[in-house]
């Protein structure tokens, strides 16, 4: 058999992507010095796959933010708002993903949105009604011919037709079906500029196909296709699925002109009973997905043979391959120098998966019988994370448990007459800046350059000037600024039971922001405070009620590499056990408003519909009402998420109970306001004013305007002001000049409405 990938990490393997790119928006270092970047990380990734000796490697999966941003660049799906700016290439396609404002114009970046159920987000591209999907770009091309000058010959990737319409935003009144046609056109002309050059195989990746399509969806994909394969001496054509099972579309897809269909064994729970139902089409390949594309753990052997094995028997020619891209898990192991080679044995990273592929292939010939004795040995002993205690309070969470008292309404009015806040309360979502000074601080502590004392002492005074800050601007509700933390879920996952880190181990969340995943290795307990400390320091600093800051079960599970030797739901629970204490404990120390995050509630949402409550909300926000249902009436608990689809599950997130929610919803045109509207949404609410993944400052203007626009949803008792999400990776002068601006927004506000 063969082996393949459908796309690796593209950072770098010590993030020299984002160094790069970050040195380039502050005009350190030039274009060309940042492509020469681009090109020696994929340089390094193609010989290393080659060395491997991988049969399919991937091209056209490396860019400089992301590749749905990439196909619409490609495909000229590019607005006129930033065509239209006197910019270069490069520049106007970092607008689209950041936005700018400068002496060029003033643009709002695209919508960004997580990447069905992972932690990675993309760039949402944006049809206009003149919009003319054309194939103008040279990215794929010169990318292959990159690599064969290299001697490595690729089989390009590229985001399919179908995903692409599925996945844009129609700004008019024209749908994807109105640009089949363009769409069709324009990849036949990519197809037939490959052939040209020789590739042998390219790649369509098509992850919406996993999700439920109706009859009018399948003959989009039809149409599609019908017009895409049609070019004339193009190369083999492969359509790539992940992140699920194709049950809906499987006869359509076999029965369309594809020389290999990829499908995932990992996450896709029917993908073996559809090929046992309708059997697999002779004379295509399949590319089968059976090495976990998004979770470190090693491969286990017997079980990826057995099923490679039964597709043998079937006579279905068969490429062992990722379940989906490798983007989603870290570089290599050969950077992680302090876990005990206990723990590290059980990780297989980007790298190593190669190597289980290549192994995987050598077992299928027969060969290297004691690589697959000491994989199964890996499988039958896990030190070290088992703990009776913390499965015996799990066992015991009744339902009346994840029941807060009294009813929202009543806590609503208690809650009002406790803060006396007024109209239109100004907040933040948490986190400040993480200048220079702060990680410098945290950095000289971890080398060990400083005492604790010393630490401390630094983050105290940072704290101090953030209150005092804050009270001088006008916020009605302060942070503290988390200058104590790394990342919002590394920080307690550091000070939880049962977790393990890692040095290096860099994931892409979105553009160059990189998070570390922690990994769940045992079962999780709390061992003693983890924030209270900075909390009540900081509310002795000021009268005004100050908000505690605590990331949600559902968000530190989603955002860790999760267990595999336990349920989802298993590791949830514990996690809300754990946050519970917490929370209460910070309740006891004085602290009247909490914010417990669940900015990922929606990462591991299934993505069928019907799956959606079976196997993820029925636990999920139980297991987020569990950690707050102990407060008193008169606490007011706060939740924040961010950059997701919320709308369908709108009813859901108002069963989590919270007293009030932040969202993101800046980029995504506020069209979260009319679900809120229609499901008659009780939870007090946030909507984001700003965006804060941009480096944009926002007017007084702009603000009133979005504020506007949530009114005529939101009554006014209702509504929050707040930024879309936390200000961690902002500039300190945009930060301070964005707030201010808020401030003065709300208090115009306040006053027109008096």
């Known amino acids: 058999m063969r082996t393949s990938v459908i796309g690796y990490p593209r950072v770098g393997a010590l993030r020299e992507l984002k160094f790069a790119t970050e040195k380039y928006f502050r005009n350190e270092v030039s274009a060309a010095q940042l492509q020469c970047t681009a090109r020696d990380i994929r340089r390094k990734q193609w010989l290393a796959q080659q060395r491997s000796e991988l049969d399919f490697i991937p091209a056209n999966d490396f860019s400089l933010y992301d590749n749905m941003l990439d196909a619409a660049v490609l495909f000229n799906i590019v607005p006129k708002r930033f065509s239209s700016l006197p910019l270069t290439p490069l520049d106007i396609y970092f607008a689209m993903a950041r936005g700018y404002q400068g002496p060029a114009g003033d643009v709002k970046a695209l919508a960004m949105k997580k990447w069905f159920n992972t932690n990675y987000h993309y760039m949402v591209p944006e049809v206009c009604d003149d919009t003319e999907i054309k194939l103008c770009g040279t990215k794929p091309f010169d990318e292959f011919l990159e690599a064969q000058a290299l001697g490595v010959q690729t089989k390009p990737v590229v985001i399919g037709p179908y995903t692409l319409l599925k996945l844009c935003r129609y700004a008019g009144r024209r749908g994807a079906e109105d640009f089949a046609e363009q769409a069709g056109r324009a990849y036949a002309g990519l197809l037939a500029r490959f052939g040209e050059l020789g590739a042998g195989w390219v790649q369509f990746d098509e992850p919406c196909l996993c999700c439920d399509m109706t009859s009018a969806d399948a003959a989009l994909l039809e149409r599609l296709y019908s017009g ?54 002779y004379g295509k390949t399949l590319f089968a997905g059976v090495v976990n594309g998004k979770n470190i753990w090693k491969n286990n052997y017997r079980r990826t043979l057995g099923i490679l094995d039964w597709l043998h028997m079937r006579g279905i020619d068969a490429v062992i391959g990722t379940s989906c891209s490798l983007l989603h898990v870290p570089y290599t192991l050969k950077n ?38 000491k994989n199964a040995a890996l499988f039958e002993s896990r030190p070290d994370c088992r703990d009776a205690a913390v499965r015996k309070r799990a066992a015991e969470i009744r339902q009346e448990d994840c029941i807060r008292l009294p009813a929202f309404s009543e806590r609503e009015t208690i809650q009002k007459q406790a803060f006396g806040l007024p109209v239109f309360p100004t907040t933040t979502i948490g986190s400040f800046p993480q200048t220079a000074d702060v990680q410098a601080n945290r950095t000289a502590f971890r080398k060990g350059e400083i005492s604790k004392a010393q630490y401390e002492a630094f983050n105290r005074e940072k704290i101090a000037r953030c209150v005092k800050w804050q009270e001088q601007i006008g916020l009605d509700v302060p942070v503290h600024g988390e200058f104590e933390r790394n990342d919002m879920v590394e920080y307690f996952g550091e000070q939880l039971n049962g977790y393990l880190f890692t040095e290096k181990a860099w994931v892409q969340s979105y553009g160059t922001r990189c998070v570390k995943p922690p990994i769940i290795w045992g079962d999780i307990s709390r061992s003693g405070p983890m924030t209270v400390t900075w909390s009540t320091y900081a509310q002795s600093l000021t009268p005004k009620p100050m908000k505690g800051m605590l990331t949600g079960p559902v968000t530190i599970l989603n955002w860790s590499f999760p267990r595999e030797d336990v349920s989802l739901r298993e590791s949830a629970f514990q996690i809300a056990l754990a946050i519970r204490d917490e929370v209460l404990e910070l309740e006891a120390n004085g602290l009247r408003i909490i914010q417990i995050d669940e900015a990922a509630l929606r990462e591991k949402l299934p993505l069928r519909k019907s799956d959606w409550y079976r196997d993820y909300l029925d636990w999920a926000i139980p297991a987020f009402r569990l950690v707050h249902s102990g407060v008193k009436p008169e606490t007011q608990i706060h939740t924040h998420m961010c950059y997701s689809e919320f709308t369908d599950i709108i009813r859901a997130i108002d069963d989590m109970d919270a007293d009030v929610i932040t969202f993101e919803a800046s980029r995504s045109n506020l069209s979260i306001l009319d679900a809120l509207l229609e499901n008659r949404f009780k939870t007090q609410v946030g909507p984001g004013v700003y965006d804060i993944h941009s480096p944009r400052v926002p007017s007084v203007a702009e603000i009133k305007s979005a504020l506007g626009e949530m009114l005529r949803r939101i009554s006014p008792e209702k509504l929050w002001v707040n930024p879309d999400c936390g200000l961690k990776t902002r500039g300190a002068a945009e930060t301070a000049e964005s707030l201010k601006n808020m401030v003065e927004a709300a208090r115009e506000l306040r006053y027109e409405n008096s």
């Open 336 to 373: 992680e120098t302090r876990l005990p080679q206990k723990y590290t044995a059980h990780f297989a990273f980007a790298e190593e998966k190669l190597e289980e592929l290549s192994q995987l292939k050598t077992l299928l010939r027969g060969g290297a019988p004691d690589i697959l004795q």
């Open 228 to 281: 895409v394969l049609a070019a004339p001496q193009k190369p083999k054509t492969l359509l790539q699925t992940y992140f699920g099972d194709v049950r809906d579309c499987y006869e359509t897809i076999c029965s369309l002109g594809f020389d290999g269909i990829g499908l995932d064994f990992v996450e896709g729970k029917q993908t073996q009973k559809l090929i046992e139902k309708h059997g697999f089409p």
